[in-house]
């Protein structure tokens, strides 16, 4: 089970950076919950393809890289560097494109149910992303 | 040590910080480990560490940490969490006047341990809606 759900991660962090969101389909269920403080939940699959679609038109060249899995049973965490370079702008970004290059990291805890993700929590450094963007300024 | 052992350990040692008692920490952090916490700098070492946390509850002096989820693979320890506390203090960790505000901050770390304790840890901590909730960066979209 653990080890099967690592081989999944892959296969969808794959196919994310080619822009593929329909792998999607196959590893989460239809009433799937993302929780990712502070921004309001995403609720439902289509919900969660179109986030994914938003972030791509405003960093069209995103790559994410896992840096670690770890698996227990039905709970999986990896953690992840995200890449790109934010020359759109949508409603994941809705500020006029900043054309910055952009890296930041997260770890994000999924629990399946029958083989189906049906919650994450995704945990990012939002913070060092905006004050990378300089739309927040870096503090201390 | 087993899954179970490190679990109870991290319960019974993070237990101990909410009655103020920041020894058990000895027991659970390796004295030469490292945090990284993006995007602040790395904690370097259990003494610096264990100012941090004073410092923490100087600036929340009510500050209560629960852990929400914990899963053990090999020698690594996933720990999800929420803390929350009243801003009534001013210290380095928050070297603002004190707010008046109580929050709610989640979180999640990875910990990887060698020899029962954790020699490095990756923690995001929700820092964006902590400032939020303090008023010292506007809510957003």
């Known amino acids: 089970m653990s080890d099967q759900l690592k081989v999944d991660v892959r296969k ?5 950076n080619k822009g593929n969101f329909d792998v999607m389909d196959d590893y989460y269920s239809q009433d799937f919950v993302s929780h990712q403080p502070p921004f309001p939940d995403i609720r439902g699959l289509k919900a969660y393809k179109r986030y994914h679609a ?18 227990d049973g039905n709970i999986g965490t990896m953690r992840y560097t995200d890449r ?30 029958k083989g189906k993700m049906v919650e994450v929590w995704n945990f990012a450094d939002n913070l060092g992303l905006l004050q990378q963007l300089g739309i927040i300024p870096s503090m201390g | 040590m ?54 923490w509850r100087t600036a929340y002096p009510d500050v209560q940490w629960t852990i929400e989820e914990l899963i053990v693979e090999g020698d690594s320890v996933v720990m999800r969490y929420n803390w929350h506390g009243t801003n009534t203090g001013e210290s380095t960790a928050l070297p603002f006047p004190p707010t008046g505000k109580q929050i709610v ?11 029962g304790k954790v020699v490095e840890a990756w923690v995001f901590m929700d820092m964006l809606g902590m400032m939020q909730q303090l008023g010292l960066i506007p809510a957003m979209g």
């Open chain 1, 12 to 16: 969808i962090v794959d196919e994310l």
């Open chain 1, 54 to 71: 938003n972030m791509r038109v405003a960093i069209p060249d995103l790559q994410m890289t896992i840096d670690e899995l770890i698996a």
């Open chain 1, 84 to 113: 790109g370079t934010n020359t759109g702008q949508s409603k994941t970004f809705p500020f006029p494109p900043t054309g910055k290059q952009v890296s930041w990291s997260g770890l994000i805890m999924s629990r399946s149910e």
């Open chain 2, 2 to 55: 087993t899954a179970e052992e490190i679990k109870s350990k991290f319960r019974r040692v993070w237990g101990e910080f909410n009655k103020g008692n920041l020894d058990p920490q000895d027991e659970l952090y390796a004295a030469d480990w490292v945090l990284h916490q993006p995007p602040t700098p790395d904690v370097q070492g259990l003494a610096v560490w264990k100012q941090t946390l004073v410092d």
């Open chain 2, 105 to 115: 901050v989640r979180g999640c770390g990875v910990n990887h341990i060698v020899g």
